[in-house]
């Protein structure tokens, strides 16, 4: 099985490796930079570097765009493949049908569309494990379904088919799990380092506030802290602390209160 890779950013360098570490070729990676589609492509077996989306003469079966959410159209007005090649994006949010519609416009071949999405967040230069990466999959016929399924089972375990709209509710709770914990963390920080002190002091709290959500039935069940205690004195004493920063404040108080509500 040969691919071609549309992007050079986080995904594509993941992709790209996890798939060639498979003895699956990668034949093209396409940027808009070309100098960073040398940079990925030499790093891989024998790959060409393009910043030309004319792939008419490719050897490759699947094409993966990885590229931004708003890019994917623009990407799909210009790309030319071979025909009954799979062409496919790697978004949470963006359904299916924006390859399908797209190509019905702009282009007469026959091209079979999918989606290919690893629910992960990826960094460059981070190597992560694909064995326990969840692989969602959804294509718009049978056939191309089992030709990414049995890609997908190649480097991973974990293969779903889901639609578009289930994979946009799942982005949306990746959003929150991930995207917004994240923040959180980031937010803390800032907290303690304006008082000199050292974030390190928090990471086993959130090592084990993590290692229990993930064990428990269910998140909820293993919440702490003033909101869910009805503690009234420690909220309004850290409000008042943060009074001078209207922005965590407001954060500080719209989840507090998320919380009461919920164990109400």
């Known amino acids: 099985m040969n691919i071609s890779i549309i992007g050079t950013g986080n995904m594509a360098w993941h992709l790209a ?50 590229v931004n959410d708003d890019a994917i159209e623009e990407i799909c007005s210009k790309i030319i493949l071979p025909e009954n090649a799979i062409l496919v994006h790697t978004s949470g949010s963006k359904p299916m049908d924006i390859i399908i519609q797209t190509l019905d416009i702009y282009h007469d071949l026959k091209v079979n569309a999918g989606v290919f999405y690893p629910i992960m967040t990826f960094t460059k230069g981070k190597n992560i494990n694909f064995e326990e990466i969840p692989i969602c999959v959804e294509a718009e016929n049978e056939e191309t379904q089992s030709t990414l399924v049995e890609l997908g089972k190649m480097i991973s375990k974990e293969i779903y088919l889901l639609n578009s709209a289930e994979r946009a509710v799942l982005h949306i709770g990746a959003v ?26 928090l990471k086993p709290l959130i090592a ?18 003033p909101a869910v205690r009805r503690d009234d004195n ?29 164990h109400a």
């Not at 929150?176 to 002091?201: G, T, V, Y």
């Not at 084990?208 to 702490?224: D, G, L, N």
């Not at 008042?240 to 509500?261: G, M």
Request: aromatic share 12%.
């Open 234 to 262: 420690i909220l309004k004493n850290q409000m008042a602390y943060l009074a001078d920063d209207e922005d965590l404040a407001r954060v500080y108080n719209v989840i507090s209160n998320s919380i009461k509500d919920w």
């Open 208 to 225: 084990e506030t993590f290692k229990k959500a993930m064990e428990a039935k269910h998140p909820a069940e293993v919440q702490t802290g």
């Open 176 to 201: 929150f799990s991930c995207n917004f914990a994240n923040h959180l963390w980031a937010l803390s920080k800032e907290i303690l380092e304006a008082e000199d002190l050292d974030f390190n002091l």
């Open 17 to 66: 490796r996890v798939f060639e570490k498979q003895e699956i070729r990668v034949n093209e990676i396409y940027g808009r930079e070309i100098s960073k589609a040398i940079l990925l492509a030499d790093d891989l077996y024998d790959t060409k570097a393009t910043d030309e989306l004319d792939f008419s003469e490719s050897e490759s079966d699947i094409f993966f765009i990885c």
